[in-house]
């Protein structure tokens, strides 16, 4: 059985880089044609897609966050990451880390999710 | 990309049958159909229940189902149970962008 399991700081200072990592279990980051994603939810709010990456080490960013993401695979440590530059209060959210069963398919195994608040 | 229009709530008696709607655009909802739909409990992460506009995981009850028609899908959940309640979202594939809609609210009354 899959789990995926995100970590990191749980507050984060305006204009400085949040940093997420997600650990996934049951099965090798590197195997199969999985994308690994990540996904937010601003408290109260409905979910937003951030971004993907294959395990080619390919990604592909939301439009209005591609300026400042950066997301990369860790295979040695079955992980991947999301690294968000210059944080507004805007950013505040549940992350989320999902891994799709195939480009564009559906979110099939989900992480529980780590609040992440922007503040000073 | 805009998020997908969903009704903000709908609500329904124990036994009764409920259709959530998914609007977008030919862009997305109508020219895919990598068409999914989460449910969410509070608190919970947002677990699939539909995915290609209608195929079901085998751990979801057949209670559950989706269909599309132009740029519009819809989940229906029959014979309407307490543990119903949660809020469920859409998503749609895009030119390699996802989207999701913008949430509906389940209350069994």
């Known amino acids: 059985q899959v789990q995926l399991q995100e970590s990191g700081p749980g507050l984060v200072k305006p204009s400085q880089t949040l940093s997420l990592t997600c650990t996934v279990s049951g099965d090798s980051i590197s195997s199969g044609g999985y994308f690994w994603n990540w996904i937010r939810q601003h408290p109260g709010k409905g979910l937003e897609w951030i971004g993907y990456?294959?395990?080619?080490?390919?990604?592909y960013y939301h439009p209005s966050l591609q300026s400042r993401l950066t997301i990369s695979l860790h295979t040695s440590k079955n992980q991947f990451s999301l690294k968000l530059n210059s944080v507004t209060a805007a950013d505040t959210a549940v992350y989320y880390c999902?891994?799709?069963?195939?480009?564009?398919?559906?979110?099939?195994?989900w992480g529980q999710g780590t609040l992440v608040t922007v503040s000073s | 990309q805009s998020a997908l229009t969903q009704p903000a709530s709908v609500s329904g008696s124990p036994g009764q049958s409920i259709t959530i709607s998914c609007t977008g655009t030919s862009s997305d909802v109508g020219g895919y159909h990598y068409i999914s739909w989460y449910q969410q409990h509070p608190g919970k992460a947002p677990k699939v229940i539909i995915f290609e506009v209608n195929h079901r995981p085998s751990d979801v009850s057949n209670r559950f189902s989706g269909s599309k028609s132009g740029n519009t899908a819809s989940l229906t959940i029959s014979g309407l149970q307490a543990e119903d309640e949660a809020d469920y979202y859409c998503?749609?594939?895009?030119?390699?962008?996802?989207?999701f809609g913008t949430g509906t609210k389940v209350t069994v009354l």
């Open positions: 990456i294959y395990n080619s080490g390919s990604t």
């Open positions: 999902a891994r799709a069963r195939g480009f564009g398919e559906f979110f099939q195994h």
């Open positions: 998503s749609s594939f895009t030119t390699s962008v996802y989207v």
